[in-house]
């Protein structure tokens, strides 16, 4: 899938697999699992609240959206699920600009769990500017820092055994219920000097 790909953090990358398979616990969702659970949104009172009311259509998510510059045309296109939100968005930005799409989201849904559990919320500038820090952050600390596991580039080939030593090869397969095995032995100067070929069928 594409979000795996995109150059962010892991948690904004597992962020956005859980809002594509619809896992983020809103209203509605808790409400198809308690029955007595209220699918009101908790901000402005809506009927219903989806994971695209949450992340779109909210007030606050939809100015952090705005001052974002998200187009238009994905701002108030009605969308069933988040996954078809998502996929239009792939379809419209650049690589580097849906990351920082789904960093926006993601700093914007813990907005709005700040004002469910601790009645507080920030304003939607701050939370622009804080996703946008941490997609520049993301994107200097890999320019100017090294790989943990740095890239050594490898040359395979074959090189001549030292003097008066023998080199072995020795290959092994499994085919229609057979094993066969080979090796050849060659001196230094590449000559073979033996070699053996066979094989067993396995019981």
Excluded at 79 to 88: A, F, L, Q, R, T
Aim: with cysteine; aromatic share 10%.
């Amino acid at each position: 899938m594409t979000i795996w790909k995109l150059k962010t953090l892991l948690k904004i990358r597992v962020f956005a697999w859980r809002v594509g398979h619809e896992l983020l616990l809103t209203n509605t969702k808790i409400s198809s699992i308690r029955q007595d659970f209220s699918r009101d949104c908790p901000k402005c009172g809506a009927s219903v609240e989806t994971l695209v009311h949450a992340l779109k259509d909210r007030q606050p998510a939809r100015t952090i959206l705005t001052l974002g510059g998200l187009d238009g045309r994905l701002l108030n296109k009605d969308y069933p699920y988040c996954i078809d939100w998502i996929e239009d968005v792939m379809c419209f930005l650049e690589k580097k600009v849906v990351a920082d799409f789904i960093t926006t989201l993601s700093d914007s849904w813990n907005n709005r769990n700040n004002y469910v559990f601790r009645g507080k919320e920030e304003e939607a500038r701050v939370i622009w500017d804080r996703a946008k820090t941490l997609c520049q952050d993301f994107r200097i600390h890999n320019l100017i820092n090294k790989l943990v596991l740095p890239i050594t580039p490898t040359l395979k080939k074959w090189e001549k055994p030292l003097c008066r030593t023998v080199k072995i090869n020795f290959d092994v397969t499994v085919f229609n219920n057979k094993t066969c095995f080979g090796v050849i032995v060659c001196d230094s100067n590449g000559f073979v000097l033996g070699g053996v070929a066979t094989s067993k069928r396995r019981i």
